[in-house]
Each structure stands twice: as C-alpha cells, then as structure tokens.
C-alpha cells in the first residue's frame, strides 16, 4: 500500500510542526514528498509514513515523538508525529475514550 498523504493528515502535520526550529523547518519541508504506506490495524486514522529521501533531507538529531498535541475538539484526543533516521514515520492519533477516531479532526489544539 502506498498513497498521496491525505490533505487532512498534512494539514494535521503543518499545524505539529509550526515552530522556527530546525527539526520542525525541516520536517514540514518533508510533508509534500510524504505518502502513506500503512494505517492501523485497530481502524483508527494513524498512518504509517514515508518520505522522498531523494527530494528532502533528513532533520537534524531529535527526540521522538517529535510533535504531540491534545487537540481542543475533541477533548478527548491526542497526536504524535514520530520520525526514523529524520525523516517522517509515523501520525498517530490516539483517544482516551472507547472508540476509535478514525477521521483527522481539524488541526485545532488546545493550550497548555
């Protein structure tokens, strides 16, 4: 399975990976070479990742995850972004409730 990275989850990643640092330049500067090449086994809207490592290069040493967020609504839900090697591997939405989400919410987090 390999397919284009679904607008919905790239605007999710843009949104992780706002700040001016290095590791968040250069890993939004990955998102237009992305494709997904996995979803979760459990039917949520997690996907496996991967990058053009031709078209883009490698962030910089960081730890993983490399963004994470609860989102505003639903209240209940959370993000990760992990990386492999500085590239982009995985987005991963998780809930503390029963069910799982399993379409991208829109990328509106809440404070912390």
Do not use: K
Request: charged share 20%; glycine share 6%; hydrophobic share 40%.
């Amino acid at each position: 399975m390999t397919e284009p990275l679904p607008h919905n989850a790239a605007a999710t990643l843009r949104a992780l990976l706002t700040g001016t640092d290095p590791v968040s330049a250069a890993l939004r500067a990955q998102i237009p070479y992305t494709r997904v090449t996995g979803t979760c086994g459990c039917g949520c809207a997690t996907v496996d990742l991967d990058v053009d490592r031709a078209q883009a290069p490698p962030a910089p040493a960081h730890d993983n995850p490399a963004a994470d967020a609860w989102y505003a609504v639903p209240d209940d839900a959370g993000v990760l972004v992990f990386t492999a090697d500085g590239y982009l591997a995985s987005l991963e939405i998780y809930s503390t409730a029963d069910e799982p989400i399993t379409d991208w919410p829109e990328p509106h987090f809440a404070q912390r």
